[in-house]
């Protein structure tokens, strides 16, 4: 079988109403599929105006608002329309993106059917409500992401530590890499802009620590603020630049009164804002792969991140970067001090990073999903 065969159904519960790590992977992936001559549906929630126009074909399946997170969409399962489009598009893998309703009647769809199925992993859910004072749901959470796992043919996740993470939770499913790649051109040391950075208020000899992402309390801005809190307490010169936009910003903005926001960047301006950094701060714990940390590499700007899912795949702890037990604030400044005074650690942190990140590209990573399609029916075929 050949990657012309392959007929591709992806449920999404994000596909490009808001923009995230997430639903940016699968617009790449369904660019990469479509270019090798895959056919491809794409079944999510939608918006009247959309982050940003949808890669392929986009049927639109009904949806309600999230409570508490009126940004996000639930779908409401797949309705009588949406199963007859299914039936009309005849595909041969299930692609299933999310582990929400959707996802879970698209996995009974595929089992009823004959249809072999894949889950791709973007999200670490069982981690959120720790941030919203809910811990108490996260073993049930973990039981049924681990059911809904492991009732799919293939699983792909983005690192090894989340790989490692679903074996301990108990699931049995076949688990492959699809890695993240890196807008090379987009992301480089060359991007850095003294003027842009002194538009800002931002002198020369200033060094910057950065944040990228959107601002929800879930990425760590809770930790965030401490350090910052904690590097202001210790006199480390500083500046604290802020790059995203999301609904704890107001909440976060008065925990780093200081810090400069940048509001939501794309583009090139987003890559003259990551290079524009000294040192990148990424507190989550939350990232399954860490697509930012990559980005901050690509330019060049040491990272300093929790040793968790995701950055213990990227950084070599005291190389390209530190590594640091989650929610430490003294480490974390700790770590941060190291690099903002000592430039020559600095650079060569840098450096180091940037050689790194040379070797994630789009294209080989967004192959390996083609390669497990191939395998699933490969498999199912006997």
Known sequence: MQPTDLRVAIFSGNYNYTRDGANQALNLL??????????????SPTSRRPAFAPAGDLVSVPAIKLPGRAEYKMARGVPAAIRRDIAAFAPNIIHVAAPELLGHRAVSYARRHGIASIASLHTR???YPAYYHLGFVVPLM??????????????????PSIATLLREWGVTTPIGIWSRGIDHDRFNPARRDLGWRRALGIADQDRV????????????????????TELKRRGVAHKV?????GPAQEWFAERVPEAIFAGFLSGDDLGRAVASMDV???????ETFGNVTTEAMACGVPV??????????LIDDGVDGYLVPPRDVGAYADAITKLVDN????????????AKAAGYQWDKANESVIEAYLEVLKRQAG
Do not use: M
Request: glycine share 8%.
């Open 280 to 286: 990148f701060f990424n507190p989550s714990v939350t």
């Open 304 to 313: 300093v991140a929790a040793r968790a899912t995701g950055a213990v795949d």
């Open 209 to 228: 620590v950065g944040f990228l992402g959107r601002l929800v309390k879930e990425k760590g801005l809770d930790v965030f603020a401490d350090v910052v």
């Open 30 to 43: 369904v660019r990469h599929l479509l270019a090798r001559g895959v056919q491809v549906r794409v079944y």
């Open 343 to 354: 430039d020559d650690a600095r650079r060569a942190a840098g450096a180091a990073g940037h």
């Open 142 to 159: 973990i039981h049924l992401l681990t059911r809904f796992y492991n009732r799919v043919d293939q699983v792909v996740v983005p690192s």
């Open 125 to 127: 859910f069982e981690t």
């Open 241 to 245: 630049l802020i790059v995203g936009k």
